[in-house]
């Protein structure tokens, strides 16, 4: 199984900060069609997964365009230009280029 | 508007079956895929398996043995079922709509503990 390794696994930021969070995966997502299925998704306190990003770098629908994602290969950043309060909760990046569908452990963000 | 609520029990006993349904509104299961993702208390989220828009399912090996995933489509509806249960399986499990490598629209999730 593909493994995703999320850093750092807590982040702390005061409000207008920006910051970033790695996934670096055990092999290559890009896949045979030529697209890279990696995702990243927030899940707030007591709330379902929502999606922020798809293939690496495109912003779902109604997600604030402080969200930026970026990276290639095996190597994915995920950026937040100006925290905001409503920011808080745990980001995970997901692939679904090999099968199982694998997720990384997670990165918390607490909001000083 | 898309929405997707997962129905089943809070309480399961040791060894018995696990039994969810998925209802899905604001898209056709013919179309869309669904996948079944859960979430033990505290943790991670781990995929289990999907049914996908063509009526064939997927499974992740660690429960293959365990899980069934079906559908009524009349219904719009998909089912989970898996059976053994250990305390380890207590978790949140999701049903969440895929197209194309992406999980973006999740339902509220059911929380299952499974009791000795």
């Known amino acids: 199984d593909v493994v995703l390794t999320q850093t750092p696994p807590t982040l702390s930021a005061t409000i207008g900060q920006s910051v970033s969070i790695s996934c670096r995966s055990s092999q290559s997502l890009l896949d045979s069609d030529g697209d890279t299925y990696l995702n990243w998704l927030l899940q707030r306190p007591g709330q379902s997964p929502q999606l922020l990003i798809y293939s690496v770098s495109n912003l779902e629908s109604g997600v604030p365009n402080r969200f930026s994602g970026s990276g290639s290969e095996t190597d994915f950043t995920l950026k937040i230009s100006g925290v905001e309060a409503e920011d808080l909760g745990v980001y995970y990046c997901?692939?679904?280029?090999?099968?199982?569908?694998?997720f990384g452990s997670g990165t918390k963000l607490e909001i000083k | 508007q898309v929405q997707l609520k997962e129905t089943g029990p809070d309480l399961v006993q040791l060894t018995q079956t696990l039994s969810i349904t998925c209802t899905v509104s604001g898209f056709s299961l013919t179309t869309y895929n669904v996948h079944w993702v859960r979430q033990p208390p505290g943790k991670g989220l781990e995929w289990m398996g999907a049914m996908w828009n063509g009526g064939g399912t997927d499974y992740n090996s660690a429960f293959k043995s365990r899980l069934s995933i079906s559908r009524d489509t009349s219904k719009s509806q998909v089912f989970l079922k898996m059976n053994s249960l250990q305390t380890d399986d207590t978790a949140k499990y999701f049903c969440a709509r895929g197209v194309m490598g992406i999980t973006d629209y999740w339902g509220q999730g059911v929380m299952v503990t499974v009791s000795s």
């Open positions: 997901m692939q679904a280029t090999h099968a199982p569908l694998t």
